[in-house]
Nanobody, 127 residues
Framework: EVQLVESGGGLVQAGGSLRLSCAAS????????IGWFRQAPGKKREWISC????????YYRDSVKGRFTISSDNAKNTVYLQMNSLKPEDTAVYYC????????????????????WGKGTLVTVSL
């Protein structure tokens, strides 16, 4: 059974940090790119960052560049999203998803074509 399980969400004050984890199982991790996406209330789901599990290449949305860092621990089949300098507009449910691909930019742009999704973890950033 394929599973993507997000964790690490919570309530944090503006300027604070959180680290999200995405634990994957049930598929060959190295063959997939993993992306982080988010959906704020009343808004469409959007991509944040993606990483290739095969070569570690990454891709970021402009609004999170310099604040968020995506990384992968292939030995643990886990992808992380370190989020620093959080802003209230970062408040959303954060999802990870996997796609059978290697180009992180292509994967991030293919939000509706992702093969597997997690159930999400809520991040709330207060003033």
């Amino acid at each position: 059974e394929v599973q993507l399980v997000e964790s690490g969400g919570g309530l944090v004050q503006a300027g604070g940090s959180l680290r999200l984890s995405c634990a994957a199982s049930g598929f060959t991790f190295d063959d997939y790119a993993i992306g982080w996406f988010r959906q704020a209330p009343g808004k469409k789901r959007e991509w944040i960052s993606c990483i290739s599990s095969s070569d570690g290449s990454t891709y970021y949305r402009d609004s999170v560049k310099g604040r968020f860092t995506i990384s992968s621990d292939n030995a643990k089949n886990t992808v992380y999203l370190q989020m620093n300098s959080l802003k209230p507009e970062d408040t959303a449910v954060y999802y990870c998803a996997a796609d059978f691909a290697s180009d992180p930019e292509w994967v991030c742009d293919d939000i509706y074509g992702m093969d597997y999704w997690g159930k999400g973890t809520l991040v709330t950033v207060s003033l």
